[in-house]
């Protein structure tokens, strides 16, 4: 068996809405009941839709990465299989471990913790070949860097020295240096990230990704990262037509706010003229989904209002990303922020 | 205009590319609001390859606002009179069209006067009755004013018509009270006319004259004439002059505002004692300094046309033009226009001319 395509996903402030700016925030999250639990609008609804079997294609994989403690596991598998989510791999950090080893800088870098499991998780994926692979995260910390450092590590565009390099400038511990070394020594090279999603939990101009290439699609909710897959193919109408109505139906939404979030993401350049089209001929073809007909209507209005200055920029990898300037890059916006 | 509401949220077509700032500051202001007034929309009216830069260099919400692409727009110095043969896209002619296709409820511009009125003219068609525009702008007085007590009155025409009829400066009289009752939520607003002297028989003939029409309407709260004096001590809520005038007394309290601002700094800068004395009386500038500030006024409104459309200052920075988007959709949820409209139609035997010549 081998993958249509692998899905990786951060959970807090990517998945779920998560506020972790307060101590007592913090407390509060260790203690809430599954149940209790709120998503980022229409993530339940896009990664039910992303790893639902198609007949006749292979299955989609799922693997979740998440900074939340490992204690909470049993808390948040429950909250994903409310949810109707199935997964394939679930990492929690090992914080307790961290602090009783007196790794306090380990409770906060992400960058150490996340790239030595991604590129493990790829290396032993079984039967992984070329799998093409899309990530999710957000722009509360460094997953546009690390999801980019892992899709040029895994492309063989980064060599071992580069990423010891930028771990080290990283403030990752050596035991991470290590085994991401190790992993990326013994993987199989493959270009397979084709896009790198980041949900703008934090508003984070869209300006500030540009550094990081068209690779990585900043969207402001899972309508826009639902239309950018359909373009790639990765989610059929249908799946739209449910990414939409969880918006229509849930999130206070309406058919203006979602043309005008479609609009905002083909005036980015992140989707193609062509997909507008596709989407307005498969809505078609389902026929009886007025809800959604209106939202595709009002978007080729608000695709026909850009005139002239609509752009694509396929999500190509940038040619000779410089990792260590990259991180200075984000230290400098979380330095502006006060991080 | 239609009489069904529309099925889609307030929104406002924004001229981002007439003020003397560019789109810059259009686009700031947009993306402020559409953070912190989600309840209504904005559509961006200009160059999308500029637009679309400063938009990317914000925090914004995309849910609350759209661009409308044009690459045309009229400068201040162009003469706007062949605007619609030399830039038939211009963005002011464009987001007046926004409007009139139903996709927006009021226009906000900070762009050249001329070419405003008349793309609003052409886009959104004048209330009947109506023969002239007129340009309506706030100015800061020391009386306060309706049950919000706003502490300025409305001026008009302030540049829009530059000699105005008898019939023009009655009709302007019920525009300002309908706007300024829509607006500050002032039932029966008192309008005055600009003159040299209170008394009925001072001023030009065509003020005599409307003084005389005016003190027949029943539902104009008509208080007869006021001297520039009364202006800025805010006898009245609304005073009516043409355009020529209203421009110039405009211009000098603003300029007047401008000055007194300027020697206190240089007062501050000059002497240790006036230092001192000026900060003991910090709080108190302020205040008179934030009454002063055109900016917080949200610019003002060419009354007139069907739809309403908000011009803000040439020099208008973000959040001029975001008060001035916040003016427009209460003059679009407070249907403002039709207010004028029934208004006008009240005024006894005007198809006979009752207004005058």
Avoid at chain 1, 82 to 96: A, C, M, S, T
Avoid at chain 1, 197 to 214: E, N
Avoid at chain 2, 80 to 87: A, L, Y
């Amino acid at each position: 068996m081998s993958w249509r395509h692998i899905y990786r996903w951060d959970l807090d402030k990517t998945y779920l809405e998560t506020d972790f700016e307060s101590l007592r925030r913090l407390v509060g999250i260790a203690f809430e009941r599954p149940e209790e639990k709120v998503n980022v609008p229409g993530s339940a609804a896009l990664l039910r839709e992303l790893c639902r079997d198609v007949e006749g294609l292979d299955p989609s994989r799922v693997c979740i990465i998440s900074g939340s403690p490992r204690q909470m596991r049993r808390t948040l598998e429950k909250k994903l299989e409310i949810d109707g989510v199935r997964w394939d791999e679930f990492h929690l950090k090992p914080q307790w471990e961290n602090l009783r080893r007196g790794r306090f800088r380990a409770l906060r870098d992400q960058v150490g913790y996340k790239l030595p499991l991604l590129l493990r998780s790829r290396r032993d994926t079984e039967d992984v070949g070329e799998a093409p692979e899309s990530l999710f995260g957000d722009d509360a910390e460094a997953d546009a860097f690390i999801y980019s450092l892992y899709a040029d590590v895994l492309a063989g565009r980064v060599d071992v020295d580069a990423l010891v390099r930028t771990l080290r400038a990283a403030g990752a511990y050596s035991d991470a240096v290590d085994a991401s070394v190790e992993a990326a020594r013994s993987l199989e090279h493959a270009d397979a990230v084709e896009r790198i999603f980041i949900h703008l939990d934090k508003r984070t101009p869209p300006a500030f990704f540009r550094a990081f290439g068209p690779r990585v699609v900043p969207v402001y909710n899972y309508f826009q990262a639902a239309l950018v897959l359909f373009s790639g193919g990765h989610l059929g109408a249908m799946g739209v037509v449910t990414v939409t109505r969880a918006f229509l139906e849930a999130e206070g939404h309406n058919a203006d706010s979602l043309a005008n979030l479609f609009q905002d993401v083909v005036r980015r350049g992140h989707l193609p003229a062509s997909a507008m089209q596709e989407l307005g001929l498969a809505i078609q073809e389902l026929g009886d989904v007025p809800d959604a007909a209106e939202v595709v209507w009002k978007s080729v209005q608000r695709f026909n209002d850009l005139g002239a200055a609509r752009q694509f920029q396929a999500p190509a990898p940038p040619p000779g990303l410089d990792y260590n300037q990259l991180l200075e890059h984000v230290r400098a916006r979380e330095h502006a922020r006060g991080g | 205009m239609s009489d069904v509401a529309p099925d889609r949220p307030t929104t406002i077509a924004l001229d981002c590319m007439g003020g003397d700032h560019g789109p810059v500051e259009a686009v700031a202001a947009a993306a402020h609001l559409s953070i912190t007034r989600p309840d209504f929309h904005v559509i961006l009216v200009g160059d999308a390859g500029e637009i679309g830069p400063a938009l990317d260099e914000r925090e914004y919400d995309p849910s609350c606002l759209s661009v409308r692409h044009t690459d045309q727009w009229v400068s201040m110095d162009d003469s706007p009179r062949g605007i619609f043969e030399t830039k038939p896209q211009a963005s002011i002619l464009v987001a007046c069209q926004v409007v009139s296709e139903g996709r927006a409820d009021a226009v906000v511009t900070a762009g050249n006067t001329g070419a405003a009125i008349l793309a609003a003219a052409r886009g959104l068609g004048r209330i009947p009755g109506i023969r002239r525009a007129a340009l309506a702008a706030v100015t800061p007085t020391e009386q306060t004013h309706g049950p919000n007590e706003d502490p300025f009155a409305l001026l008009l025409d302030v540049g829009a018509t530059l000699s105005a009829s008898s019939r023009d400066l009655v009709t302007f009289a019920i525009m300002g009270s309908a706007y300024a009752s829509a607006i500050s939520s002032n039932p029966s607003p008192s309008v005055a006319l600009l003159s040299n002297g209170t008394e009925s028989h001072k001023g030009p003939p065509e003020v005599v004259e409307a003084h005389r029409i005016l003190s027949e309407l029943p539902d104009v709260q008509f208080a007869g004439n006021v001297e520039g004096l009364d202006i800025p001590r805010g006898s009245v809520d609304v005073v009516v002059t043409n355009g020529f005038m209203g421009n110039v007394v405009l211009k000098m309290l603003e300029g007047i505002g401008e000055v007194i601002s300027d020697l206190a700094s240089d007062a501050y800068a000059r002497k240790f004692l006036w230092r001192f004395g000026l900060t003991m009386l910090s709080s108190g500038l302020r205040q008179i300094q934030q009454a002063l500030d055109w900016e917080q006024y949200g610019g003002a409104p060419i009354l007139g046309f069907a739809q309403p459309i908000i011009k803000a200052h040439g020099r208008s920075r973000s959040k001029a033009i975001g008060n001035a988007c916040k003016v427009a959709v209460k003059a679009a949820r407070s249907d403002m226009t039709r207010v004028i409209e029934r208004a006008v139609a009240k005024v006894p035997g005007d198809e006979e001319g009752a207004l005058g010549a």
